[in-house]
């Protein structure tokens, strides 16, 4: 094997498991039973609600871990909204986030106060930018 061949078996090394570890790290997110992912091409998170089932005009809490964000900055904060598009309205209640962990969030105060389809959306903060993910709940009466 010439020393040029020699050299381009060792890139092409390097660059597939460069792309093997990227990947792992990708989805590389430890969530433990009871939480749903949420991913989109940019971001993933975990979440799960508390008490669930969701029921209408009873306050919940969700636990939230940023699995993988588009930037290398940390996530300082995750914001948690939900809004009923059909009615133009939005929650009663401003929720309160609060870090418990590095990437691990827990936000208080939520409460879906009537049935109807709701869009939840979590915005991850990493620096100046703004990731946001969305999931939409049927709020059963």
Not at 34 to 58: H, M, N, S
């Amino acid at each position: 094997m010439t020393v040029l061949t020699a050299t381009r078996v060792a890139c092409v090394t390097m660059v597939l498991a460069v792309a093997i570890l990227c990947a792992a790290a990708a989805s590389a997110c430890t969530v433990p039973d009871g939480f749903v992912r949420l991913a989109t091409p940019e971001a993933e998170i975990a979440y799960r609600w508390q008490p669930d089932p969701l029921k209408v005009g009873q306050f919940f809490e969700a636990e939230v871990i940023a699995c993988r964000a588009p930037s290398p900055d940390a996530v300082r904060m995750v914001v948690l909204d939900a809004q009923m598009p059909a009615h133009g309205h939005g929650m009663n209640y401003r929720p309160i986030a609060t870090e418990t962990a590095p990437g691990r969030f827990r936000i208080t105060g939520l409460m879906l106060h009537m049935p109807g389809q709701w869009r939840l959306t979590f915005d991850l903060m990493q620096g100046d930018r703004r990731t946001r993910l969305s999931h939409q709940v049927d709020l059963k009466p």
